[in-house]
């Protein structure tokens, strides 16, 4: 389950947490973290239903993920 989180984001404008929830990164949606980038660093591929994001660290530091 995914929820954007404002309330931990240091840092981060409203215009970016619009973009996530733009994106499909909503409340329920499933979230998977497919692969990081060299070294294990950004971009950071995360699938969203059918569709391929690259973020960056800080704005996967929005995505709160919950196990159901």
């Known amino acids: 389950?995914?929820?954007?989180?404002?309330?931990?984001t240091q840092g981060v404008?409203?215009?970016t947490l619009n973009r996530?929830?733009?994106l499909g990164f909503l409340p329920g949606e499933q979230v998977?973290?497919?692969r990081?980038?060299?070294g294990g660093r950004e971009p950071l591929a995360v699938q969203v239903g059918e569709t391929l994001f690259a973020?960056?660290?800080?704005?996967?530091q929005c995505v709160e993920v919950s196990v159901p």
Not at 1 to 8: D, E, P, S
Not at 55 to 60: I, S
């Open 36 to 38: 990081r980038g060299p």
């Open 32 to 34: 998977q973290l497919l």
């Open 1 to 8: 389950m995914v929820a954007v989180n404002a309330g931990t």
């Open 55 to 60: 973020l960056r660290l800080v704005e996967a």
């Open 13 to 15: 404008d409203a215009s």
């Open 20 to 22: 996530l929830g733009e």
